[in-house]
């Protein structure tokens, strides 16, 4: 079959993706792209399509209709070329007990057809990224999760993939293991890798990640910058105001500013009060210069916007195939 190379600076690129099983639309017309050296973030809840999809990214199923490009080649024409340049860490990897760190690794290098010194380096550069160089000649089976985890990380990296598939990497570790992970996504991608990266730690992604998607019941819901998803469904802010005095008479105050304060589900607590507020930056410098003028001690003004977790849960249903 002919290869067909997809030109342009996307890594990896879906276009009008369909996998059925039966009755279920596991993926459901999806496409978006991702460019080099960017890290993309994949969200939805279990059975939304994620793994599917990125199944057949690491050429490990065939769509039903469209096609998929992996640093420009196509997963249906070219599935050898797009495995040279791509690195998959699933979620539930296999490791071999009886065999140690450097030897499990080697076994991976030598499958890639990685031979001689350059082998030698690309192990050595692995064991050194990942942090796992002390434990080299520790057999599988001693380490822990967190370790386990930047084996199979290294098992992705040790033939120099352009493109890195990684499904829930920071699943079960540790809030230390995590932030190393982190980090060493984020080198990565400074490096010029492209990174996409499924995960159900909503906060971790909005630090890491330069984009995402949302997907659920296999279709795709939003895709974007995290602030412009935020920015297109932040439809008000949430302020948190410090009052000082005069509590009891605060929420006639804000009531008087106008439309823009939202007091529906206004929370009282001591000093402070928060609600709703439509206006913009400043539309809340008045609101602060109406309660000062009106007599009030404003000792603290914070405002919020939603959370990529808010917006997650605002966008999606909860739905299951």
Known sequence: MIAVHSSGSDCIELRRLHRFFGDTKAVNDVTFSVGRGQVFGYIGPNGAGKTTSMRILATLDLPSYGDAYVDGFSVVNDPELVRKRLGFMPDAFGTYRDV??????????????????????????????????????????????GMKQRLCLGRALIHDPAVLILDEPAAGLDPRARIELRQMIRQLADRGKTILISSHILTELAEVCDSV?????????????????????QNQLELTMR??????????????????????????????????????????AALVTHLVNSGFEVAEVRAEKKSLEDVFLQVTEGLVQ
């Open 100 to 145: 140690n760190c450097s030897e499990y690794l080697d076994f991976f290098a030598r499958a890639y057809g990685l031979v001689g010194r350059h082998r030698s380096q690309r192990l050595q550069w692995v064991l050194n990224f990942t942090g796992t160089e002390g434990m080299a000649n520790k057999p599988i089976r001693g380490l822990s999760k």
């Open 213 to 233: 998607a949302i997907i659920e019941q296999g279709q795709l819901l939003a895709t974007g910058s995290v602030d412009q998803i935020q920015a297109e469904r």
């Open 243 to 284: 009052i000082l005095n005069r509590q009891d008479d605060v929420i006639e105050a804000l009531k008087g500013f106008g439309e823009s304060v939202l007091m529906d589900n206004a929370i009282i607590d001591g000093q402070f009060i928060r609600f709703g507020f439509g206006g913009d930056m400043s539309a809340q």
